[in-house]
């Protein structure tokens, strides 16, 4: 039998790998944790840039972006703020 093909790392951490993490479970202050674990440097999201080329096609880019704030999705976020605010 052939061996199961290789996954390459992530090159930033996933949202969804990071709450389930028993290290996130058990802090006393999740999103603080959260927050801090999602910073990305400048050489991870050039990485993230080169190994995910294929965009929409790609699976990594979906994962590497999910709930993330991104240009694309920034203008809905900053209306719902605007909204908010005027309440």
């Not at 061996?3 to 603080?32: F, N």
Request: proline share 8%; glycine share 4%.
């Amino acid at each position: 039998m052939a061996e199961e093909p290789q996954t390459p790392d992530e090159p930033v951490p996933l949202l969804d790998d990071l709450m389930i993490h028993p290290d996130y479970l058990g802090a006393k202050d999740p999103r603080t944790r959260l927050r801090r674990q999602l910073l990305v440097s400048h050489e991870k999201v050039n990485q993230t840039a080169a190994a995910t080329i294929g965009q929409r096609e790609d699976a990594l880019w979906a994962a590497v972006r999910k709930l993330r704030f991104t240009a694309s999705n920034f203008g809905p976020i900053l209306s719902a703020f605007d909204k908010k605010s005027k309440c």
